[in-house]
């Protein structure tokens, strides 16, 4: 039967029911989704050494023949030890598997077989737990081979050979490129590409598939950029008047001080208010540079002017609590809407309560004359459903990054409607060039002082050796009255809720170091009330230690945790390790940040100890550049930015191409009308936000 990127993956060999119900969870419907489903790694074991010539350490294949193999019970006797010989005309290789006693039956004496992973020299020379599989496959061993997240039943072994079968289906992908673009860069054909990042045959080959799909991506992403520009010019905007005495009274009334760099911001905004054309700025602070009283300033502004404000943030917990920011820093009620909660001020509502309230129909609140409409809300993505009726003169968008250009188009998709003035707002420094490249033509307002009297957080790299002690230390904080963040890192890609690995290190932490004090948890497979009930508890003072993923590195705010430790710290990328240290130093309390590596490399210690002793996020991002530089897709996860599967943020010089390529392209051909595919590209990308 023939395999076509419609076809369900249902019909690959190998994949049933719950292996299909599995790659559902992962966004994995068709066999055309399959083969977009890409590697997070990749192991190279396209070393073919002889049996008797491996050395300790090296990463090789070795293809012999099974000379014996029998099994035989461990000292720990819930595991059973696989112990077998394999040999070719070089020599004999020892191998041991743990608990794989079906290797018995299914790879015989006699067998020829390829045996793929490291030489371990800690017990004589052997193959410890290597890959095995049949020599006519090549499929797992002898070759550059791809690593992906999984989840669920799903096995690699399976979906290694799903995907592999599923290959000559991406014939089928019309190449959206222009042919002048790929010709002038030697791209690989799409096609290819996607062979190659899959199953290389060599390094070369995967570099060639990684930077054709990288550019795919950053190209679309500046094509996508460019029409909402050219949307935003075609609308109308309202124009906010300046109010000085309003900035003022808002000012005077604040319970402290503004820094230069916020003064700057603000009046940079509301001049950006009063224009004819749509604001179109980025306000990039350090985390703790005091973004939420600027953004505030500016809805103070536009409030006054008798028009509409929405805040967008990308979590519900961020949400909350930005909403209880903005009642104590607004004179009128403030409502939060997200899939969860309904609020008008401080008072719950009902859905259908708050959508009368923003249609101008009498609302619940006393606060508010009958009649008057609520005009500032915060909320996630909820706010964005058709249904919500608003046409706000200002959209904030909280964690830029995180809030795709989908979704900044869906605000401007509604017929006959202005165009708000848009204030995009991120805590992850980013060098000014790099902002330029990556968002487009913004503007960019930076806040890059600290409010005064707030310390340096104290940050260490802990060694195994120095765990004890460091534990001593948070006990004994906790015991003065403070509170302790505990992140811990995703097991693998596909394990986005990290249920794991916070029950496992909570768990730990309650028989351990810290049996005597109250410990909470924090995670994805909570339901939303669950862990709003787990911040709040920790804002209240009833839990010590919160054990989290990080979800907490955006928006949670507790000024009495003063101690952050993060468990596997060399798998965070620099800028996240400085974003989850921001969690803590929130007041004048002195405060402390634990990095607790896992398997520490020569190069993951270089990058913590960047973060030891570097406390300015901007330099702090360029010293990642500069420490990541192009990328290395062998043995280590990709780390991409939110919207993208392989782009990173080391990837300048492929950003600035794809930027001068959407221009030239789109100087030319405003409408796209000789490049129907790269239209319906476009099109499908801005569509997928409905579907999400």
């Given at each position: 039967?023939?395999?076509?990127?419609?076809?369900?993956?249902?019909?690959?060999?190998?994949?049933?029911?719950?292996?299909?119900?599995?790659?559902?969870?992962?966004?994995?419907?068709?066999?055309?989704?399959?083969?977009?489903?890409?590697?997070?790694?990749?192991?190279?074991?396209?070393?073919?050494?002889?049996?008797?010539?491996?050395?300790?350490g090296e990463l090789v294949t070795v293809v012999g023949t099974i000379q014996s193999l029998a099994s035989r019970p461990a000292k720990n006797r819930r595991v059973k030890l696989v112990e077998g010989v394999i040999a070719d005309e070089t020599g004999e290789l020892k191998v041991v598997w743990f608990n794989q006693e079906y290797l018995e039956r299914t790879m015989p004496v006699g067998s020829k077989v390829s045996l793929a992973g490291r030489i371990d020299g800690r017990f004589g020379t052997c193959l410890v737990n290597p890959i095995i599989e049949k020599t006519d496959m090549h499929v797992h061993t002898g070759r550059i081979v791809p690593v992906y997240g999984l989840t669920g039943s799903l096995t690699m072994r399976r979906l290694r050979e799903a995907i592999k079968i599923a290959?000559?289906?991406?014939?089928?992908?019309?190449?959206?490129?222009?042919?002048?673009?790929?010709?002038?860069?030697?791209?690989?054909?799409?096609?290819?590409?996607?062979?190659?990042?899959?199953?290389?045959?060599?390094?070369?080959?995967?570099?060639?598939?990684?930077?054709?799909?990288?550019?795919?991506?950053?190209?679309?992403?500046?094509?996508?950029?460019?029409?909402?520009?050219?949307?935003?010019?075609?609308?109308?905007?309202?124009?906010?008047?300046?109010?000085?005495?309003?900035?003022?009274?808002?000012?005077?009334?604040?319970?402290?001080?503004?820094?230069?760099?916020?003064?700057?911001?603000?009046?940079?905004?509301?001049?950006?208010?009063?224009?004819?054309?749509?604001?179109?700025?980025?306000?990039?602070?350090?985390?703790g540079s005091g973004k939420t009283v600027v953004a505030a300033a500016a809805c103070a502004s536009v409030l006054e002017a008798g028009q509409s404000v929405v805040y967008l943030a990308p979590t519900e917990i961020l949400a909350a609590q930005q909403h209880e920011a903005f009642c104590?820093?607004?004179?009128?009620?403030?409502?939060?809407?997200?899939?969860?909660?309904?609020?008008?001020?401080?008072?719950?509502?009902?859905?259908?309560?708050?959508?009368?309230?923003?249609?101008?129909?009498?609302?619940?609140?006393?606060?508010?004359?009958?009649?008057?409409?609520?005009?500032?809300?915060?909320?996630?993505?909820?706010?964005?459903?058709?249904?919500?009726?608003?046409?706000?003169?200002?959209?904030?968008?909280?964690?830029?990054?995180?809030?795709?250009?989908?979704?900044?188009?869906?605000?401007?998709?509604?017929?006959?409607?202005?165009?708000?003035?848009?204030?995009?707002?991120t805590a992850t420094p980013i060098p000014r060039s790099l902002a330029l490249t990556i968002y487009g033509d913004l503007e960019l307002s930076i806040l890059n002082e600290m409010p005064a009297g707030r310390k340096p957080v104290a940050t260490a790299l802990v060694p195994e050796t120095q765990h004890k002690g460091m534990w001593?230390?948070?006990?004994?904080?906790?015991?003065?009255?403070?509170?302790?963040?505990?992140?811990?890192?995703?097991?693998?890609?596909?394990?986005?809720?990290?249920?794991?690995?916070?029950?496992?290190?909570?768990?730990?932490?309650?028989?351990?170091?810290?049996?005597?004090?109250?410990?909470?948890?924090?995670?994805?497979?909570?339901?939303?009330?669950?862990?709003?009930?787990?911040?709040?508890?920790?804002?209240?003072?009833?839990?010590?230690?919160l054990v989290s993923t990080t979800v907490v590195e955006v928006g949670v705010d507790i000024p009495n945790a003063s101690v952050m430790v993060i468990v596997g710290a060399e798998r965070f990328g620099l800028s996240q390790l400085h974003q989850l240290r921001g969690r803590v130093g929130r007041s004048d309390i002195q405060s402390y940040c634990y990095l607790l590596p896992e398997q520490l490399s020569d190069s993951s210690e270089k990058r913590l100890r960047a973060v030891e002793t570097i406390h300015d996020g901007f330099l702090l991002a360029e010293k990642d550049?500069?420490?990541?530089?192009?990328?290395?897709?062998?043995?280590?996860?990709?780390?991409?930015?939110?919207?993208?599967?392989l782009a990173t943020p080391a990837d300048t010089e492929i950003m600035k191409k794809a930027r001068d390529y959407a221009t030239e392209l789109l100087q030319q051909d405003p409408e796209l009308e000789r490049y129907p595919f790269i239209r319906a590209r476009i099109k499908q990308s801005f569509e997928r936000v409905h579907l999400e």
């Amino acid at each position: 039967m023939a395999i076509h990127l419609s076809s369900s993956v249902c019909e690959l060999p190998g994949i049933g029911g719950k292996a299909a119900s599995d790659l559902k969870t992962l966004g994995v419907s068709s066999v055309g989704d399959l083969l977009w489903y890409l590697p997070f790694r990749y192991d190279d074991y396209s070393k073919i050494v002889g049996a008797g010539k491996v050395r300790s350490g090296e990463l090789v294949t070795v293809v012999g023949t099974i000379q014996s193999l029998a099994s035989r019970p461990a000292k720990n006797r819930r595991v059973k030890l696989v112990e077998g010989v394999i040999a070719d005309e070089t020599g004999e290789l020892k191998v041991v598997w743990f608990n794989q006693e079906y290797l018995e039956r299914t790879m015989p004496v006699g067998s020829k077989v390829s045996l793929a992973g490291r030489i371990d020299g800690r017990f004589g020379t052997c193959l410890v737990n290597p890959i095995i599989e049949k020599t006519d496959m090549h499929v797992h061993t002898g070759r550059i081979v791809p690593v992906y997240g999984l989840t669920g039943s799903l096995t690699m072994r399976r979906l290694r050979e799903a995907i592999k079968i599923a290959l000559p289906a991406a014939q089928e992908m019309e190449d959206w490129l222009p042919q002048t673009v790929i010709e002038h860069e030697s791209y690989s054909s799409l096609c290819e590409a996607l062979r190659g990042v899959h199953f290389p045959d060599s390094q070369l080959e995967l570099q060639s598939a990684v930077a054709r799909l990288k550019f795919d991506e950053l190209f679309l992403h500046q094509l996508m950029f460019a029409h909402v520009r050219a949307q935003r010019a075609r609308h109308a905007v309202h124009s906010i008047p300046i109010n000085g005495t309003l900035l003022k009274d808002f000012v005077r009334a604040l319970p402290f001080e503004l820094t230069t760099a916020q003064r700057k911001a603000i009046w940079e905004i509301v001049q950006d208010l009063a224009g004819v054309q749509s604001m179109n700025r980025l306000l990039e602070g350090d985390v703790g540079s005091g973004k939420t009283v600027v953004a505030a300033a500016a809805c103070a502004s536009v409030l006054e002017a008798g028009q509409s404000v929405v805040y967008l943030a990308p979590t519900e917990i961020l949400a909350a609590q930005q909403h209880e920011a903005f009642c104590r820093l607004l004179r009128t009620p403030v409502a939060l809407l997200t899939r969860t909660q309904q609020k008008i001020g401080n008072q719950e509502v009902t859905r259908s309560q708050l959508l009368d309230a923003l249609k101008a129909i009498t609302p619940l609140d006393p606060h508010l004359k009958r009649g008057e409409r609520i005009r500032c809300v915060i909320g996630t993505h909820a706010v964005l459903e058709d249904y919500v009726e608003l046409e706000p003169a200002l959209v904030i968008v909280d964690e830029q990054h995180r809030f795709g250009v989908e979704q900044r188009h869906a605000l401007l998709a509604r017929e006959g409607k202005t165009a708000p003035h848009l204030l995009s707002m991120t805590a992850t420094p980013i060098p000014r060039s790099l902002a330029l490249t990556i968002y487009g033509d913004l503007e960019l307002s930076i806040l890059n002082e600290m409010p005064a009297g707030r310390k340096p957080v104290a940050t260490a790299l802990v060694p195994e050796t120095q765990h004890k002690g460091m534990w001593n230390h948070v006990r004994e904080l906790i015991g003065h009255g403070n509170q302790v963040f505990v992140v811990c890192p995703l097991i693998d890609p596909s394990d986005k809720l990290g249920a794991r690995s916070v029950t496992e290190v909570a768990g730990d932490l309650k028989k351990g170091p810290l049996s005597d004090t109250r410990i909470g948890t924090l995670h994805g497979r909570m339901k939303p009330d669950e862990k709003e009930e787990a911040i709040r508890q920790f804002r209240d003072g009833k839990i010590d230690v919160l054990v989290s993923t990080t979800v907490v590195e955006v928006g949670v705010d507790i000024p009495n945790a003063s101690v952050m430790v993060i468990v596997g710290a060399e798998r965070f990328g620099l800028s996240q390790l400085h974003q989850l240290r921001g969690r803590v130093g929130r007041s004048d309390i002195q405060s402390y940040c634990y990095l607790l590596p896992e398997q520490l490399s020569d190069s993951s210690e270089k990058r913590l100890r960047a973060v030891e002793t570097i406390h300015d996020g901007f330099l702090l991002a360029e010293k990642d550049l500069e420490l990541r530089g192009p990328g290395n897709v062998f043995g280590n996860a990709q780390s991409g930015f939110p919207d993208f599967q392989l782009a990173t943020p080391a990837d300048t010089e492929i950003m600035k191409k794809a930027r001068d390529y959407a221009t030239e392209l789109l100087q030319q051909d405003p409408e796209l009308e000789r490049y129907p595919f790269i239209r319906a590209r476009i099109k499908q990308s801005f569509e997928r936000v409905h579907l999400e």
